[in-house]
């Protein structure tokens, strides 16, 4: 087996990537039905599910399916950031993965409790031995700061497989291959650094997604995370512009961005 060289066998990555992978629908017989059963015709003139539910919860709460605002589900919806009635917005869901993170970055991400679910990889059960490292920016742009990293996290990555290795053969008499696999990678991957490359699979509502694009899309934020911020912020822009419209990003000297908006802690 050719010797391990960090330079050639670690891969390194700078940027999260964000898959949004699930959505709501609406159950448009049933609304109709509940607003038949009460008397009232209404009809949302946007078709994202969470939109539409965020209004319709919100609309239930004083009964005004009959006397709608015009401007339709934006204005409504920009009234609610207004006014900061966020709880309506807690009925709109997304789900998320979110690869080329860091083990750091997760610690901070699940932080965010309410509102959130999370699922990520584990490092009992997935083995470790492809290389990959999420570097800081700060570190990645200074060839010297760059050198000491790549060193550090080949050492480290090389006591990894040697641990794995090793504690294989110490449970060889574990008749489980299944279990024996995870007893050593659960003691070896003690070793590896917060700079270990991990994924998580995220569901978080509206309210819950505003939050965390308030915290940590702020240029107090740690840069790796607030790029993610910044990238969860530009696809529900897209997805429900009617919610995240508002948010403005605005260039920070590092390169990344800053979001700001009029509606905070909606």
């Known amino acids: 087996m050719p010797a391990f060289d960090p330079a050639k066998d670690i891969r390194i990555l700078r940027a999260p990537t964000v898959y949004l992978t699930g959505r709501q629908m609406v159950d448009a017989g049933d609304v109709d039905r509940f607003l038949a059963d009460h008397g009232v015709s209404w009809q949302s003139d946007t078709e994202v599910a969470g939109e539409q539910l965020a209004e319709v919860a919100g609309r239930l709460c004083y009964m005004s399916f009959a006397k709608p605002r015009p401007g339709g589900n934006k204005a409504y919806l920009d009234h609610i950031l207004e006014v900061g009635h966020g ?8 789900s998320f993965i979110f690869t080329g993170v860091s083990r750091s970055l997760t610690h901070e991400l699940v932080r965010h409790r309410s509102g959130f679910g999370y699922s990520q990889l584990s490092q009992r059960y997935v083995d470790e031995s492809v290389a990959e490292y999420v570097e800081p920016d700060v570190i990645a742009d200074d060839p010297e700061s760059h050198a000491i990293w790549l060193e550090a996290v080949g050492h480290v990555h090389q006591a990894y497989m040697k641990l794995v290795a090793r504690l294989a ?10 279990l024996r696999r995870k007893l050593a990678r659960q003691a070896a991957r003690s070793v590896l ?12 509502n509206a309210r ?29 822009q897209v997805e429900a512009p009617n919610l995240f419209a508002d948010y403005q990003l605005t260039p920070l000297p590092d390169g990344t961005f800053e979001a700001t908006t009029p509606h905070r802690k909606v």
Request: charged share 30%.
């Open 87 to 94: 709880s309506v917005l807690e009925h709109a869901v997304w």
């Open 193 to 204: 650094p917060n700079a270990t490359e991990t994924k998580i699979f995220v569901t978080a």
């Open 169 to 178: 053969e110490q449970f060889r008499d574990e008749p489980d291959r299944t």
């Open 208 to 236: 819950a997604l505003r939050h965390f694009i308030e915290s940590r899309a702020s240029r107090h934020a740690e840069v790796e995370i607030r790029k993610l911020a910044v990238q969860v912020l530009r696809i529900m």
